[in-house]
C-alpha cells in the first residue's frame, strides 16, 4: 500500500508539472503570435478634424475675419489696417479686391470704394484640394442675408467672369453656426472659352486676373469668416 501511495504521488506530481509546462508554452506562443502582426496590435484610428461643441467649424488655430454691415459711410481712412474686419454697406453691393499673400487687410473700407484684403493661394495645382478651408456664420440681428462671389477678369477679352457658384449667408432666428463655404468662395467656376463647359479657376490661376469677391448686402450686420489651415476637397 505504501508503494502504491508512493507511486500515485509520483504521478500527481508529474501531472502538475505537465500542466505548469502548458501555460508556460502556451503563453510564449501568445506573445509570438502578438510579435508577428505588431501593426494590428497597435493600430490606431486616424485622427480626423474636430468640430467645436455647437458651432459647425473646426476646432484649433484659424484667421477671423469680420465682415461689419453699417448703415451709413465710413470716412475713416484705413488703407492699410491691420485689422481683421471690413465695412460694408449694410444695403447695397461692393466690391473687396483680393491679392495673394499671407491673410491680412489691405484696406478696410467697402463703403467708400473697393475695399482689399489679401489671403494665400488655395489651390496652386488646382487640384480641387485646398491648402486651407474658409468657413462663415451670419450674426446679428435675425432677418438679414448677403450673397458674396468671387469674379476675375479675362486678360484676353477684358470680359470679366463671376463664378456660378455664390455664397448666401441668412440670419435666422436662433443659434448660427458654420459652414464649409471654401468652394464657393475660393474658386471662380466659369465658362471662359465658349464651350459649354464649366472650368474651375482657383483663386489667383494665371488664366485670370484682378480676382474679387462681389458683396451684396441685405441688411446683414455680421458675417464671420474663419479660415482653417486644413484641407477641403472640392472635386
Not at 37 to 58: D, E
Not at 118 to 135: A, E, R, W
Not at 144 to 159: K, V
Amino acid at each position: 500500500m505504501r508503494k502504491f501511495s508512493a507511486q500515485r504521488g509520483s504521478a500527481q506530481l508529474v501531472v502538475v508539472l505537465l500542466l505548469l509546462v502548458g501555460v508556460v508554452v502556451g503563453t510564449y506562443l501568445m506573445q509570438q503570435q502578438t510579435n508577428l502582426f505588431p501593426q494590428a496590435a497597435s493600430k490606431k484610428t486616424p485622427k480626423v478634424a474636430q468640430t467645436s461643441t455647437g458651432n459647425g467649424a473646426p476646432s484649433g488655430t484659424h484667421y477671423n475675419l469680420n465682415i461689419i454691415g453699417v448703415p451709413k459711410d465710413k470716412t475713416a481712412d484705413m488703407t492699410g489696417s491691420s485689422g481683421h474686419r471690413i465695412f460694408v454697406p449694410l444695403q447695397g453691393s461692393c466690391k473687396i479686391n483680393l491679392s495673394m499673400g499671407d491673410f491680412q487687410v489691405i484696406d478696410g473700407n467697402c463703403t467708400d470704394g473697393p475695399a482689399s484684403f489679401q489671403l494665400p493661394n488655395p489651390d496652386p495645382t488646382n487640384s480641387g484640394y485646398t491648402t486651407y478651408s474658409v468657413y462663415a456664420r451670419a450674426l446679428g440681428k435675425p432677418g438679414g442675408s448677403s450673397s458674396m462671389t468671387p469674379c476675375a477678369t479675362d486678360p484676353l477679352s477684358g470680359d470679366t467672369y463671376c463664378s456660378v457658384y455664390t455664397t448666401v449667408s441668412v440670419r435666422s432666428t436662433g443659434k448660427s453656426t458654420f459652414t464649409n463655404i471654401s468652394k464657393q468662395l475660393l474658386y471662380v467656376y466659369a465658362d471662359i472659352n465658349g464651350d459649354g463647359n464649366i472650368e474651375r479657376y482657383p483663386l489667383f490661376d494665371s488664366a485670370l486676373q484682378d480676382y474679387y469677391w462681389q458683396y451684396d448686402n441685405n441688411g446683414l450686420k455680421l458675417l464671420q469668416l474663419r479660415f482653417y489651415p486644413i484641407s477641403t476637397n472640392v472635386n
